[in-house]
């Protein structure tokens, strides 16, 4: 299996054979050129995690991807709110989609409290599997839920929702032995420095930087 971080929480899985996208945000751009996937996967429809305006230019270079969103965004578009991003299938908490060999499990339902006074919306984290690779967890904005059998963890740096002590319990529970930071635009050189030794130094799980978007064999 080999990963690409693309920017904040973009990341490129390729596993048994298939390209799988994850979280197309305004943040970051390395994706909009990305060609033979097979699928795409949004956590949530915060514009850093779901690029409307260019979302639709990528599926149309992908025409055979399957997109997979979090339950609340199909009615979204329905509503005429986001542009039109072309046949979208929701995945809830529960949920478990066949890509072939690739096994896609949705887990959590709800995005972390960012302020008592701001409405909470879904979120779901996803687990990609398959025979013989490693799991990959991706949680969108949320440490609520920390799934078993996780081997690669997409570990939120920073974020509004938030804190270096929650960030170091999520990763101790998901307990992955292997994992990269991700959401991290909003973080300097010296942050993300800063997040990255922290959690190496006071978890069990060896994480790695993969900014710039060079594959990582895992």
Same mark, same amino acid.
């Given at each position: 299996?080999?990963?690409?971080? &693309? =920017?904040?929480?973009?990341?490129?899985?390729?596993?048994?054979?298939?390209? @799988?996208? *994850?979280?197309?945000?305004?943040?970051?751009?390395?994706?909009?050129?990305?060609?033979?996937?097979?699928?795409? &996967?949004? $956590?949530?429809?915060?514009?850093?995690?779901?690029?409307?305006?260019?979302?639709?230019?990528?599926?149309?270079?992908?025409?055979?991807?399957?997109?997979?969103?979090?339950?609340?965004?199909? #009615?979204?578009?329905?509503?005429?709110?986001?542009?039109?991003? =072309?046949?979208? $299938?929701?995945?809830?908490?529960?949920?478990?989609?066949? &890509?072939?060999?690739?096994?896609?499990?949705?887990?959590?339902?709800?995005?972390?409290?960012?302020?008592?006074? @701001?409405?909470?919306?879904?979120?779901?984290?996803?687990?990609?599997?398959?025979?013989?690779?490693?799991?990959? *967890?991706?949680?969108?904005?949320?440490? !609520?839920?920390?799934?078993?059998?996780?081997?690669? &963890?997409?570990?939120?740096?920073?974020?509004?929702? %938030? %804190?270096?002590?929650?960030?170091?319990?999520?990763?101790? !529970?998901?307990?992955?032995?292997? =994992?990269?930071?991700?959401?991290?635009?909003?973080?300097?050189? /010296? #942050? /993300?420095?800063?997040?990255? =030794?922290?959690?190496?130094?006071?978890?069990?799980?060896?994480?790695?930087?993969? /900014?710039?978007?060079?594959?990582?064999? *895992?």
């Amino acid at each position: 299996m080999h990963l690409q971080h &693309l =920017g904040h929480a973009c990341v490129l899985v390729e596993m048994a054979g298939l390209r @799988i996208l *994850f979280d197309p945000g305004n943040l970051s751009d390395a994706w909009r050129s990305l060609t033979d996937l097979d699928a795409v &996967l949004v $956590t949530h429809l915060h514009p850093d995690h779901l690029d409307d305006q260019q979302l639709p230019a990528l599926l149309a270079a992908n025409p055979s991807a399957r997109v997979l969103v979090e339950p609340s965004i199909p #009615g979204l578009v329905r509503d005429g709110k986001i542009a039109e991003l =072309g046949a979208i $299938t929701p995945i809830a908490a529960g949920d478990t989609v066949s &890509l072939g060999p690739v096994t896609i499990s949705a887990v959590g339902g709800t995005h972390a409290e960012i302020h008592r006074d @701001i409405p909470r919306i879904g979120n779901v984290g996803l687990l990609v599997s398959a025979e013989g690779e490693p799991t990959v *967890f991706h949680p969108g904005d949320s440490y !609520a839920t920390a799934p078993e059998g996780v081997d690669v &963890l997409a570990m939120p740096a920073y974020g509004p929702w %938030a %804190a270096m002590k929650e960030t170091i319990d999520f990763v101790r !529970a998901v307990a992955a032995p292997h =994992g990269f930071p991700i959401h991290d635009e909003l973080l300097n050189d /010296r #942050g /993300r420095a800063l997040v990255l =030794g922290r959690v190496n130094d006071m978890t069990e799980t060896a994480l790695v930087d993969l /900014r710039g978007g060079r594959p990582q064999a *895992f």
